[in-house]
């Protein structure tokens, strides 16, 4: 069959698929302390790497007195609450939702109180004011050396060394973790209504089901280059809901969630909870957020379900690092993980600052050569290079990592599949690897000129490099990308379709299946970059737009939605496939059919958790001439339920004020909108 349709929508762009650092990907800088941690009354104030005391002087401490009883929202937003019943004084003025700890039923001990000896890092309670003024940077500190030589001092055994009693302050930490009302596991389960195979067991997990045909992985086919157990990771030992969650994980988060261009569920189902289960702080960084998915599918979810495990995380995190702790790859994937965490909340500039702290792990463990030698590091520097990718897309400045680094990989993957030939996840592993090679080149060349790094001529000679390196990047995959196995012709079960729709999601031969799948985000990402590469061209060297971005943008929408309502597409799918509508947005006519359309498609992936900032909707809202969407993306509130609103006003209410130009020119998306003029198309 002729499949050049399906991938070809203008002469004035190549056709193939392609890549983008996502326009979702990491960012860069200074770290969040996180919301206040909820699990224990008794709490000192965060200490930074040196050690010092968070706030600027004890008097500040002095304004408020600790306590134990003040509402979550109160604590979250890290303020003073009157603890007024049934709703204190702060959140009735802000509409806020007002819920306090369950009283406790039985008394404790002294034996039972936390230990002195291993204090928490939390969140003082303070103005706003102070709140912003006050934060408590994700610092690298260098790890103290070991007193004994030649004995290896491993974070995760460190980290229980360290408490006064092993044994039973973990056993007491895990009794008191949750101070809040969470709902019963069984409700849980009734709620989400996961069903599981009678011979599966609750500790024996098994990973999410695959869509469609399956190829072997050539890292299956090598297996002495990964130390990782092939088995699933067992986690019996682990509380209730902790096993709940890991298991919601494991049959209902997939790589797209944490966008992964290829098919890494062996890496997020088992290397990742594999080493979780031996580093506290990376196991509540999982557990909660699978918990934040789990919430958000219940009707009655709510922000404690799943922020109390991101507190954990944070403030163990803390302690490690402020305590000296040998730093590991356990951390790092820790780090990551809360950068992750960050996105989904839509709270960029924390983000950041686990993105700088991640740069700096990532450099101490590994070079260039070495983090390509096993499946963990490779997945290690496919995580963090979306994230500063990302960074570099939205504040239009280069990348913390070097040009090595992608270049690197790029050449790692390009040898496999050369190795390797009738692998299709090793092809397809080049070409992803391949583009993100072209996408970083494209950032820095741009990056270059605004500083007066180069000459508009040398940017020219440049660009003409990486303009034909963009059209050409598709020829790697040959023949593959037409293979009628891997190409959706049936529609067949999909809901009908809208007569308003802006494009035809159900055109034969538009989407790829089984181990292509992922190619259909790989054209996302392709589609995004060319797309900005055009426009920002034109802008450069004083030409007119070509027509053919709009027709680039329709084509991205079209791969959107034909992910969206497929059948048999992959859980996470619609949020992997999301990357370029916000490029696709900017260049879409400005008519009430096509803003109609993008809205309910953003409405849409904030309501599966991806929260977009503020900043996008204030731009949309001036673009679009509708100021009404910088409260919600439809009208009337529809599709705004109360888990994401509560979400919403949190990351609002908690998001600090930029530290530096990258972070201002992150959080304001300067690499995006900066010099975009639509004019009235």
Not at 505 to 527: K, S
Request: charged share 25%; net charge neutral.
């Amino acid at each position: 069959m002729d499949f050049a349709p399906a991938c070809q929508v203008s002469t004035t762009y190549p056709l193939d698929t392609g890549l983008f650092p996502d326009p979702q990907m990491g960012l860069p800088l200074n770290a969040p302390s996180g919301p206040e941690p909820v699990d224990d009354g008794h709490q000192t104030a965060p200490q930074t790497a040196t050690g010092s005391s968070r706030t600027a002087s004890g008097a500040e401490h002095a304004k408020h007195r600790r306590t134990r009883s003040g509402c979550y929202t109160c604590r979250q937003r890290r303020v003073k609450c009157d603890e007024a019943r049934p709703m204190c004084e702060r959140c009735a003025k802000g509409s806020r939702e007002c819920t306090y700890p369950e009283p406790k039923t039985k008394s404790r001990s002294r034996g039972s109180k936390s230990d002195p000896a291993k204090p928490t890092p939390a969140i003082s309670e303070e103005s706003d004011s102070e709140e912003r003024d006050n934060r408590t940077e994700l610092r690298i500190q260098s790890p103290t050396v070991p007193k004994a030589a030649g004995k290896p001092a491993h974070t995760e055994s460190r980290s229980r060394r360290n408490s006064r009693s092993k044994g039973a302050a973990s056993r007491r930490q895990r009794a008191e973790s949750y101070k809040h009302p969470i709902p019963s596991i069984e409700q849980t389960k009734q709620d989400l209504e996961i069903r599981k195979s009678p011979e599966i067991e609750e500790s024996s997990p098994l990973s999410a089901p695959q869509t469609g045909l399956r190829s072997p992985r050539y890292g299956d086919n090598l297996t002495p280059e990964c130390s990782m157990s092939p088995e699933k990771p067992s986690f019996s030992h682990l509380p209730q809901d902790q096993r709940f969650y890991l298991n919601y994980l494991l049959t209902n988060v997939t790589y797209h969630h944490y966008f992964f261009r290829n098919n890494a569920n062996h890496f997020v189902h088992n290397i990742l909870i594999e080493r979780a289960l031996s580093y506290e702080p990376l196991l509540h960084a999982v557990v909660g957020f699978a918990a934040y998915h789990a919430t958000l599918e219940r009707s009655n979810g709510k922000i404690q379900d799943f922020l109390s495990y991101y507190n954990k995380s944070v403030s163990l995190l803390l302690q490690a690092l402020t305590s000296g702790q040998k730093h590991s790859e356990a951390m790092l994937l820790t780090i990551l993980q809360l950068a992750a965490f960050e996105e989904y909340l839509g709270d960029w500039v924390n983000l950041i600052g686990h993105q700088k702290a991640a740069h700096s792990m990532l450099i101490e463990f590994y070079t260039v050569e070495s983090i390509m030698e096993n499946e963990l590091g490779r997945n290690i520097l496919a995580w963090y290079s979306r994230f500063d990718l990302f960074v570099g897309f939205m504040s239009g400045y280069e990348t913390v990592l070097g040009r090595e680094w992608f270049e690197a990989k790029e050449r790692f993957h390009r040898e496999r599949a050369q190795q390797y030939p009738e692998d299709i996840d090793a092809r397809i592993e080049a070409a992803i690897a391949s583009h993100r090679f072209i996408a970083l080149d494209m950032a820095l060349l741009f990056a270059k000129l605004k500083v007066g790094g180069i000459t508009l001529s040398e940017f020219q000679t440049g660009n003409e490099v990486v303009t034909a390196r963009i059209r050409n990047w598709g020829q790697s995959l040959g023949d593959l990308l037409t293979d009628e196995r891997y190409i959706v012709t049936s529609f067949e079960g999909a809901p009908k379709q809208d007569e308003d729709d802006i494009v035809d999601p159900y055109r034969p031969g538009g989407l790829f299946r089984g181990p292509l799948f992922p190619m259909n985000f790989v054209l996302v990402d392709w589609l995004g970059t060319n797309i900005m590469h055009t426009y920002q061209t034109a802008l450069i060297t004083g030409r007119p737009a070509p027509p053919g971005l709009l027709e680039m943008a329709l084509d991205l929408c079209r791969v959107f939605e034909s992910v969206e309502y497929w059948p048999e597409s992959d859980k996470g799918s619609i949020l992997q496939a999301q990357a370029g509508l916000g490029i696709a947005a900017l260049f879409l006519p400005k008519d009430e059919r096509h803003t109609m359309w993008i809205r309910r498609k953003l409405a849409k992936i904030e309501g599966q958790g991806y929260t977009y900032p503020p900043t996008l909707r204030e731009k949309m809202a001036v673009l679009w001439g509708m100021p009404d969407i910088r409260h919600w993306w439809l009208p009337n509130d529809e599709g705004y339920s109360p888990i994401v609103r509560a979400i919403r006003s949190f990351t609002e209410d908690r998001t600090p004020q930029p530290a530096g130009q990258p972070t201002e020119a992150v959080r304001t998306m300067k690499g995006l909108f900066n010099n975009l003029n639509f004019g009235d198309s």
